[in-house]
């Protein structure tokens, strides 16, 4: 699947790149709790999407950490990375950098990329208030 491809998609026939919103009308649940050692989740429980954040998180960086997870949810449904890091010596590095690629495309359209074609990873990392390897991601796929 072309992860780009899955994220206009969405954006497009949800009218928004706000994952939050994109999260409503795909009838997912998403509980905002406290979290220790992780930002956020996405499990997969009896037919049912959910997503779990951090609610000490900034906005913004919520935001992200729903899109990340979204990334999850479309990607890889069928994969416990959570168990996967824990108990397991696999390496989830893929499937993070997967959930980060769809989360930037998702966030990050190509007319901002436009508008602002003329700035480095750097500057736009500082105006749009990503972290600047996450900026990478998006402008080198």
Known sequence: MDIKKR?????????????FEIIR??????????????RAFYQYFQRNNIIYIDENLPKSEQ????????????LHKNINTIFMDSRTM????????????????????DDILIEY??????????LLGYEQRLIELRLNN
């Open 63 to 74: 935001m992200f950490e729903c899109a990340h997870e979204m990334g999850h949810m479309f």
């Open 25 to 38: 009308g795909l009838n997912v649940i998403l509980l905002f709790v406290p979290l220790i050692d992780t």
């Open 90 to 109: 696999l390496n989830t590095n893929r499937y993070e950098k997967e959930a980060d690629i769809f989360a930037m495309d998702l966030l990050v359209s």
């Open 7 to 19: 994220a206009d998609e969405l954006a497009r026939g949800f009218q928004s790149r706000n994952p």
């Open 117 to 126: 074609q003329g700035l480095n990873a750097e500057q736009l990392s500082r």
